[in-house]
């Protein structure tokens, strides 16, 4: 069932409280002077409890905590919190029964904010929202968009558990593909080189797959980098990592790959679909030539930014400069989105790539070399 499917995955998000884990924040209550009720706020906030559904980023933003949060407070599970801290403050010592009670409690709590996600989510009456589809807005906030849509509860769980089940790059982008392959390929290539839990590749690891902070905002421009990184390590690694490398690049010939993007700003929130990439790995990412067209293009893009970055700074004419990037960054995500759904580069973008690209060269004395101008020819 799509309904128990989804719980399971936001319980495997979430986790489970273990004793250990709780032992200290408890304790911590013990030696306590606050009243009852503070209590169990510092607890909470102690044990993580909000920051637990936090671990997915993109999910995080979907959910509302607000409702949430006066749900929880409300429930049996709560008042359970607060009459075993009570108990414990009052006889002034800590014993393991108590660790495993308020560790089965905390479950249960969680298991609460769940229901409340999963009602919300199942809710056929207000359509779509961001958990089904980022950039989708539910019945109530756009009737006027609806023309007559109905939605089957089963549908619009399966719609969730893509956001839920995706691979967040960062912040603000995730990946999803119902090739459940893939999606193994991605988590175990998460475990095997380190770079967060097996749901998520945490921002300060993105440094590594040479996504820069200028980048994170341009989906397409990610997913190229992460695509050029893939390559560069079938060369690089062995024995696992490059097995892994290989069947992830060798499934996005053929799978079906959803892009979630949910940056900051709620307006720009969208889902995008890539049709196969078979024309793009093989004519630009497989052939070596084309390759390092594509790798000169990205390095001399990075290294101008840098440069400019720098150079704006000792000039104090940083938000100058920004603008500029910003618009710059515009037609490369333009310039990698064509190039990865068609194989072709946007000689359109590309021009103007480079014009602002020269501007900036002359502004701040840049030297801009620009080999991969051969990418347009």
Request: glycine share 4%.
């Amino acid at each position: 069932m799509p309904r128990n499917t989804f719980r399971n995955m936001l319980k495997s998000i979430v986790g489970d409280f273990t004793p250990s884990e709780i032992k200290d924040p408890i304790e911590r209550v013990v030696s306590s002077k606050e009243e009852i009720g503070d209590v169990v706020e510092r607890f909470l906030r102690d044990v993580n409890f909000q920051g637990r559904f936090r671990q997915h980023p993109l999910v995080w933003k979907t959910l509302d905590w607000g409702n949430a949060s006066r749900i929880y407070k409300k429930s049996g599970a709560y008042k359970k919190i607060q009459s075993k801290l009570a108990e414990i403050l009052k006889k002034q010592y800590l014993e393991i029964k108590d660790l495993h009670e308020l560790s089965n409690i905390l479950i249960e709590l969680r298991d609460v904010v769940i229901d409340f996600i999963e009602k919300q989510v199942g809710d056929i009456e207000q359509g779509l929202r961001h958990i089904h589809a980022p950039g989708s807005v539910a019945r109530n906030e756009a009737r006027n968009l609806y023309f007559g849509e109905k939605f089957v509860d089963d549908d619009l769980y399966k719609l969730a558990l893509r956001l839920c089940s995706s691979i967040a790059f960062g912040e603000s982008i995730g990946i999803y593909s119902e090739d459940e392959d893939f999606m193994g390929n991605m988590r175990q290539l998460i475990e095997s080189f380190g770079f967060g839990p097996p749901f998520r590749i945490e921002r300060g690891k993105l440094g590594e797959l040479g996504i820069q902070d200028v980048d994170v905002n341009y989906p397409h421009v990610v997913f190229l980098k992460f695509i050029m990184w893939l390559r560069d390590q079938i060369d690089i690694e062995k024995n696992s990592r490059k097995k892994i490398c290989v069947s992830i690049l060798h499934k996005l010939r053929s799978a079906t790959i959803n892009m979630f993007f949910m940056p900051p700003d709620k307006e720009r929130w969208c889902t995008i679909s890539f049709p196969r990439l078979d024309s793009f790995i093989n004519n630009w990412i497989q052939r070596d030539e084309m390759r390092k067209n594509v790798e000169a293009l990205v390095k001399d893009v990075d290294n101008l930014i840098r440069a400019a970055l720098r150079e704006s700074r000792r000039k104090r004419e940083v938000e100058k400069v920004r603008n500029t990037i910003n618009l710059l960054m515009n037609y490369y995500e333009t310039l990698c989105r064509k190039l990865i759904e068609y194989g072709v580069p946007d000689f359109y973008a590309l021009r103007n790539l480079m014009d602002l690209a020269v501007d900036l060269s002359f502004r701040y004395n840049i030297k801009l070399h620009f080999k991969s101008l051969i990418l347009a020819t």
